[in-house]
């Protein structure tokens, strides 16, 4: 495999392309006396994965969270599609940490159930809700419950179901914290065969130096609290190898490593 091109810096005020489709203005957000963000300004390009990363406390959920529209930014806007952000609307959807699943409902009453919401008649929502369990490979559990299921599988069944309402944006919070060494690296490989095929805008965040480089079109930097952008990095991976081969690579190898320089001084 030849290397792929070195990381490239990008402007940190987070502008450099066009066709964003999420734009984020001056987010500020306090908890009382805490200053959680100051002064976020980003933009997120349609059809591309942007990680979130930074250390422990310096906002990353909390964003994800306020363009979500969980949570309310103390200052500044969010806009989607050019529609400043209110609240949740059914453009974004977000994939949570813990999974939040019904625990009382099948996975196929899980998947389909933001189709449920909207009205979308019972045939057609299990007829998407069972094309995405496909795609997350859980064809033939569609009838089980989440305690019938392993913590990878629930994990699963979570990014279906957010696929499955169709938005534009994928909000995706620590998604494989959960499960273990061997499934994090194929879930990673699923995720970006889902990113190439289904060519949705992805809002990632993790706390792996690894898996934000080996996932990302762009990487996000946020400084220790109050959370701001610190570097944009865009790892330029050529992902057209193998997985083995890619993890391997000196180019891949390199941006983890200049990641973890300006990182270490933040841990604790």
Same mark, same amino acid.
Request: aromatic letters at 8%; hydrophobic letters at 40%.
């Given at each position: 495999m030849a290397n792929p091109m070195p990381a490239r810096a990008?402007?940190?005020?987070?502008?450099?392309?066009?066709?964003?489709?999420?734009? /984020?203005?001056?987010?500020?957000?306090?908890?009382?006396?805490?200053?959680?963000?100051?002064?976020?300004?980003? *933009?997120? *390009?349609?059809?591309?994965?942007?990680t979130?990363?930074?250390p422990s406390g310096c906002g990353k959920t909390t964003l994800l969270k306020i363009i979500a529209g969980l949570v309310p930014a103390t200052s500044?806007?969010?806009?989607?599609?050019?529609?400043?952000?209110?609240?949740?609307?059914? *453009?974004?959807?977000? /994939?949570?940490?813990?999974?939040?699943?019904?625990?009382?409902?099948?996975?196929?009453?899980?998947?389909?159930?933001?189709?449920e919401l909207k009205g979308v008649p019972q045939a057609e929502r299990h007829r998407i809700a069972k094309h995405y369990i496909g795609e997350v490979g859980l064809s033939g559990f569609e009838e089980k419950y989440p305690h019938e299921l392993s913590g990878g599988m629930r994990q699963r069944v979570g990014i279906a179901r957010a696929f499955s309402v169709n938005a534009d944006v994928l909000l995706l919070d620590e998604p494989f914290s959960a499960v273990d060494e061997?499934?994090?690296?194929?879930f990673q490989e699923d995720l970006l065969q889902l990113v190439e095929k289904e060519r949705k805008t992805f809002l990632f965040v993790t706390h792996s130096i690894e898996e934000a480089v080996y996932v990302s079109d762009r990487i996000v930097l946020l400084s220790p609290r109050p959370g701001r952008v610190s570097?944009?990095? *865009?790892p330029n991976i050529d992902r057209s190898a193998a997985p083995d081969v890619i993890r391997r690579d000196k180019g891949y190898l390199d941006v983890v490593e200049e990641i973890w320089q300006g990182l270490r001084q933040y841990a604790e």
């Open positions: 990008a402007d940190q005020s987070g502008t450099a392309t066009s066709d964003a489709i999420v734009e /984020v203005r001056d987010i500020c957000k306090r908890y009382g006396d805490i200053e959680a963000l100051r002064g976020i300004n980003l *933009e997120f *390009e349609r059809g591309k994965l942007t979130l990363l930074g500044g806007q969010i806009r989607i599609n050019g529609k400043v952000v209110t609240g949740p609307g059914p *453009e974004r959807a977000f /994939v949570f940490q813990d999974f939040a699943l019904m625990p009382w409902a099948t996975v196929l009453r899980n998947v389909g159930f933001g189709l061997q499934n994090r690296r194929k570097q944009i990095i *865009e």
